[in-house]
């Protein structure tokens, strides 16, 4: 009777085996067209809302979804927190790696874990770069009646410069350029977001910002600017922008090949914009789907009259650009790396 027992659950043992691989089956032999059909892609923005890098997330989410095999929805939310860190976070550890998921933080974010911030629970390189929607540069402006009307004037008098948390490029940039240049910037930490900061700038909480993308000066400061209240002081990025030829830029201030280095480092990351990243472990066929959606949604001309409309800079990177040049900054040299660190106070 026992020998029947277990031959008769050692026989169910087997069938229930046998029938586990046809049950995954269907799902891991999905197409992505399969897969995206009736589903809904969420879009995380690691920054507080009404700011470039919202605008631009939305933007893409208005016209993406055309070009996914499927059409899936897409929608946008928010998860502000140290300049997008929070997102990155949750993206790498707690996010659905399924493809239906993707972020955008600070450009400086992806970063953090090569600079020894235990707080990064991500490697940079390993995330699934999609693509980039502006790989322009970033500025300083300062208000007018500071006193400082050019970046000479920083060595003599001081400027007070709004940022979010230490992960975001608003904060780094300064104390970086304290340290490499000694100019006067005073750092004033903790607000939420270049929004915030705008509207500190307008009261004379603080006179101005430094590091700020470009294209989110000309979507959101651009009255601003125009009104004569700020002015331009500098640009930050792996390289400058021709239409700003009046305006240095700080690898101009770099002494010698090695500080070159410890400047691309440190400010190269700026290029990177508006990059969107997948987690880690995400379907090798669906990483590609986004990243060819992303490119085809960079050439549509209803979204590109749609970015025009609402005045966003669009240098876009394909996820490919964006994936090398991660990789590229996490292989430089040891030593250069840690004068970086040195630098930003790490």
């Known amino acids: 009777m026992k020998?029947?027992?277990?031959?008769?659950?050692?026989?169910?043992?087997?069938?229930?085996?046998?029938?586990?691989?046809?049950?995954?089956?269907?799902?891991?032999?999905?197409?992505?067209?399969?897969?995206?059909?009736?589903?809904?892609?969420?879009?995380?923005?690691?920054?507080?809302?009404?700011?470039?890098?919202?605008?631009?997330?939305?933007?893409?989410?208005?016209?993406?979804?055309?070009?996914?095999?499927?059409?899936?929805?897409?929608?946008?939310?928010?998860?502000?927190?140290?300049?997008?860190l929070i997102s990155f976070n949750w993206l790498a550890n707690v996010a659905p790696k399924d493809g239906s998921t993707f972020a955008m933080a600070s450009f400086s974010v992806p970063f953090e874990p090569m600079f020894g911030n235990e707080s990064a629970r991500f490697k940079g390189q390993q995330l699934n770069w999609i693509g980039n929607m502006d790989a322009g540069v970033s500025v300083c402006l300062g208000r007018v009646d500071s006193g400082v009307t050019k970046w000479s004037d920083l060595m003599e008098r001081e400027l007070t410069v709004g940022a979010a948390g230490r992960a975001g490029a608003i904060s780094q940039a300064p104390r970086a350029l304290i340290e490499l240049s000694g100019v006067k910037l005073k750092l004033i930490e903790g607000y939420v977001g270049t929004a915030s900061i705008k509207l500190a700038t307008e009261r004379n909480e603080v006179q101005g910002i430094c590091g700020i993308s470009l294209s989110t000066v000309r979507t959101q400061w651009q009255d601003v600017l125009d009104s004569g209240l700020v002015k331009m002081l500098l640009q930050l990025g792996p390289?400058?922008?021709?239409?700003?030829?009046?305006?240095?830029?700080?690898?101009?201030?770099?002494?010698?090949?090695?500080?070159?280095?410890?400047?691309?480092?440190?400010?190269?990351?700026?290029?990177?914009?508006?990059?969107?990243?997948?987690?880690?472990?995400?379907?090798?066929?669906?990483?590609?789907?986004?990243?060819?959606?992303?490119?085809?949604?960079?050439?549509?001309?209803?979204?590109?009259?749609?970015?025009?409309?609402?005045?966003?800079?669009?240098?876009?990177?394909?996820?490919?650009?964006?994936?090398?040049?991660?990789?590229?900054?996490?292989a430089t040299e040891p030593e250069i790396i840690a004068r970086a660190k040195k630098v930003l106070g790490r």
């Open 239 to 330: 390289k400058a922008d021709p239409a700003l030829a009046d305006v240095p830029h700080v690898f101009d201030f770099a002494k010698g090949e090695d500080e070159r280095k410890v400047y691309n480092v440190i400010f190269g990351p700026q290029g990177l914009g508006r990059s969107f990243a997948a987690p880690p472990d995400t379907p090798a066929e669906r990483v590609k789907a986004l990243r060819d959606a992303f490119t085809a949604t960079m050439n549509d001309e209803r979204f590109l009259e749609d970015a025009k409309k609402i005045k966003l800079d669009i240098q876009p990177q394909t996820g490919a650009e964006v994936q090398a040049m991660v990789e590229t900054l996490y």
């Open 3 to 84: 020998s029947a027992i277990k031959h008769a659950a050692l026989g169910l043992a087997l069938t229930v085996a046998a029938l586990i691989p046809a049950a995954i089956a269907p799902a891991s032999a999905q197409s992505v067209e399969q897969f995206y059909k009736g589903k809904t892609i969420t879009i995380v923005v690691g920054i507080e809302q009404g700011t470039g890098f919202d605008l631009y997330g939305r933007a893409l989410a208005r016209h993406m979804s055309r070009h996914i095999p499927g059409a899936p929805t897409m929608i946008v939310t928010n998860m502000p927190g140290a300049s997008g």
